[in-house]
């Protein structure tokens, strides 16, 4: 089992920056895909972002490229997600995913965090 503990989210205005941290505990964190989902009201979960366990291998979805940096601390057993120049449509519940395989984490990844709410005013 991995356990996943999402945290910084909150409150920003359209323009801003927030980052969001994932903490992973029970098994070899390095042995992960790490990834993020994101759910807006009435909607389904999305994708968002995905790195490999070394980070030569990053995936994001269009809508959030050149705006979102996904990244890890193996060390830490922590992956982030910095989300600058933030948009109302990014609104959402932030999920923090785990799987070992780069197209699962993507699509139906077998961890999830709890999530955290970003919240972006116009």
């Known amino acids: 089992q991995v356990q996943l503990v999402e945290s910084g989210g909150g409150l920003v205005q359209a323009g801003g920056s927030l980052r969001l941290s994932c903490a992973a505990s029970?098994?070899?964190?390095?042995?992960?895909?790490m990834g993020w989902f994101r759910q807006a009201p009435g909607e389904e979960r999305r994708f968002v972002a995905a790195?490999?366990?070394?980070?030569?291998?990053?995936s994001y979805v269009d809508s959030v490229k050149g705006r979102f940096t996904i990244s890890r601390d193996n060390a830490k057993n922590t992956v982030y997600l910095q989300m600058n120049s933030l948009k109302p449509e990014d609104t959402a519940v932030y999920y923090c995913?785990?799987?070992?395989?780069?197209?699962?984490?993507?699509?139906?990844?077998?961890?999830w965090g709890q999530g955290t709410q970003v919240t972006v005013s116009s």
């Open positions: 995913t785990a799987d070992r395989l780069m197209v699962a984490v993507a699509s139906k990844p077998d961890y």
């Open positions: 790195i490999n366990w070394s980070g030569s291998r990053i």
């Open positions: 029970g098994r070899t964190f390095s042995n992960y895909v």
